[in-house]
């Protein structure tokens, strides 16, 4: 089993949609939940992140975590054409106080909004 | 701009090659890693050092040699590829484990074809 399942998609939206990206994991000791966007042909950056359980919003996104079911969630409001990309999570355990800087990544799920 | 740096962008190779992949970052971090991205796949975590010093190998073989002369600069050597080691390596940095938040600065990555 994955340590970190993500749905690759693709999955194709008319502008203005709400969209719903997600993953599952299966490591109870991840702390930190984080969201990648990557563009085409660029890295992927940060987009979102959440320690623990909870949700956070920022703008048109809104991640949430639900460690009971080993959950995390993307929603993206109003969604853009400049919001296709391909949207990864990743998640990192902790260890002590600290984190171990080691990152594990879903697959990545690519995203399409149509004008 | 990242802040992270990666030459060179595109790299075609023979089977019997040797070339080295370069990777600096002007973040002031002390942690840098090497990671695959592969079509379909994971982002898949190589190595990973902190302060120069190697802190994970994640079974990669031995046909891929890093190297981390400073905090600011990675290289991976490459010999005696493969085709399937075909893919997009990807460098990033960070704050050094058990820094807070492991948020990951990313290169635009090195497109590597292995003919």
């Known amino acids: 089993q994955k340590e970190v399942e993500q749905d690759p998609g693709p999955l194709s939206v008319p502008e203005g949609a709400i969209v719903s990206l997600n993953c599952t994991y299966s490591n109870s000791a991840f702390q930190y939940f984080m969201w990648y966007r990557q563009y085409s042909r660029k890295g992927p950056e940060l987009l979102m992140y959440t320690y623990s359980s909870g949700n956070k919003e920022d703008g048109r996104f809104t991640a949430q975590v639900d460690k009971s079911s080993k959950y995390i969630s993307l929603f993206i409001r109003d969604s853009q054409p400049s919001d296709s990309a391909t949207y990864l999570c990743a998640m990192s355990a902790t260890r002590g106080s600290g984190n171990t800087g080691k990152l594990i990544f879903g697959q990545g799920t690519t995203l399409q909004v149509k004008p | 701009e990242t802040g992270v740096t990666q030459t060179p962008r595109h790299l075609v190779m023979g089977m019997t090659n040797k070339k080295s992949l370069k990777c600096e970052q002007h973040l002031g971090h002390n942690a840098m890693y090497w990671y695959k991205q592969s079509a379909k796949k994971p982002l898949e975590l190589m190595f990973v050092?902190?302060?120069?010093?190697?802190?994970e190998n994640n079974s990669v073989p031995s046909r891929f040699s890093p190297e981390c002369p400073n905090s600011s600069h990675l290289f991976l050597h490459l010999h005696t590829l493969q085709p399937e080691d075909s893919a997009l390596y990807l460098c990033a940095s960070s704050h050094a484990s058990g820094q807070g938040l492991p948020r990951a600065f990313f290169g635009q990555g090195t497109r590597l074809t292995v003919v």
């Open positions: 050092y902190n302060f120069k010093e190697q802190t």
